[in-house]
């Protein structure tokens, strides 16, 4: 697989591997077996980069993730998270947490249950109003300086954060969500990430599974499916929605692909400092997300999706109205 870089020295696969739903948010979490089995078939096929944070589970995510690529460890990138009010023993306190001295704790929480003497990539999972965003960076300056940190990362962070953040510490990845239906990015974050040179990693890149047309208005989610809080996937939004989706496919059976093939094709098409973390907890849908990297979109096909989505105006917020209060605008 291609390689591309976030910031000045990151260099990861073309297109990552979000872990999350293998242990949270999207109903009861996987087998462990089978969950090891996918991301170590993902590492075979040439990914590197692996996203996790503490909340996904809490905590089982990452020790999932660190015993999956504990064979491989220094062949692969790993990314994780701080930023939410976590207890020890996993007790959601509720609200975000980025002092300092929490940032410290988590990062050594982190490093023991990913069984690792580095985190590759630390986020910020969300800008937390009651800290400085200096004060965050500069935490996560003191990590980098120690070693215990490789590069500084932000998610959901508005461009005003962002420049203050990058000032004390150079910002490597900005991860926000961003694909062919939400689209938000790229009228500052996207040039304001450029200028800066710092990285782009969309996550849910396949629109939380709806791009890859396997559902539709009549689609049920477990009773833990985070979805189900989520206004845009109501049965009303879907309905409506759906309409983005029969646009692409269009274009997908044009190009002998699927509609997630060409929604992550679209995204790799946006620039070379886009990396897509899309993430899943089968084998076959692991291969045909890969398979994205070999679907050529031309000129034609690119400014096709453009209006096609431009056609469609998008139902429903993306989370539920107390996660839209946490994302930094």
Same mark, same amino acid.
């Given at each position: 697989m291609d390689t591309r870089k976030l910031g000045k020295h990151l260099e990861v696969s073309a297109l990552g591997l979000g872990c999350m739903s293998m242990s949270f948010g999207y109903g009861p979490a996987g087998d462990e077996a089978e969950m090891i089995g996918v991301i170590r078939a993902a590492v075979d096929r040439g990914v590197n980069f692996f996203d996790t944070a503490e909340t996904y589970g809490p905590f089982a995510n990452e020790l999932l993730v660190g015993k999956a690529?504990?064979?491989?460890?220094?062949?692969?990138?790993?990314?994780?998270?701080?930023?939410?009010?976590?207890?020890?023993?996993?007790?959601?306190?509720?609200?975000?947490?980025?002092?300092?001295?929490?940032?410290?704790?988590? %990062? /050594?929480?982190?490093? *023991?249950?990913? !069984?690792?003497?580095?985190?590759?990539?630390?986020?910020?999972?969300?800008?937390?109003?009651?800290?400085?965003?200096?004060?965050?960076?500069?935490?996560?300056?003191?990590?980098? %300086? /120690?070693?215990?940190? *490789?590069?500084? !990362?932000?998610s959901e962070a508005g461009v005003r954060n962002i420049r203050r953040a990058h000032a004390v510490q150079p910002v490597a990845a900005l991860q926000s969500e961003y694909s062919l239906w939400w689209r938000e990015p790229e009228a500052e974050i996207l040039p304001t990430l450029r200028e800066l040179g710092i990285g782009f990693v969309p996550f849910s890149p396949l629109g939380k599974g709806f791009l890859t047309g396997k559902m539709d208005a009549s689609t049920q989610f477990a009773s833990d499916d985070f979805r189900t809080t989520s206004p845009r996937f109501s049965a009303e939004a879907r309905a409506h929605n759906f309409a983005l989706v029969e646009l692409i496919g269009g274009i997908a059976a044009r190009k002998q692909a699927t509609p997630a093939q060409v929604a992550l094709a679209w995204l790799l098409a946006q620039g070379p400092d886009i990396v897509p973390i899309p993430g899943t907890t089968k084998r076959h849908r692991l291969e045909e997300n890969l398979a994205s990297t070999r679907v050529q979109l031309d000129a034609r096909d690119l400014a096709d999706l453009d209006a096609a989505a431009a056609k469609v105006q998008i139902v429903g917020d993306r989370y539920g109205e107390a996660a839209m209060r946490m994302i930094d605008r």
């Open positions: 690529l504990a064979p491989v460890r220094d062949r692969v990138v790993i990314a994780t998270k701080f930023g939410f009010d976590i207890a020890p023993d996993g007790t959601r306190r509720g609200g975000l947490n980025s002092r300092p001295e929490h940032i410290r704790e988590v %990062a /050594e929480a982190s490093l *023991k249950r990913l !069984g690792t003497d580095r985190i590759d990539l630390f986020y910020q999972h969300r800008v937390d109003p009651a800290v400085p965003i200096e004060d965050v960076a500069g935490a996560v300056r003191d990590l980098i %300086a /120690e070693g215990k940190v *490789k590069h500084f !990362g932000l």
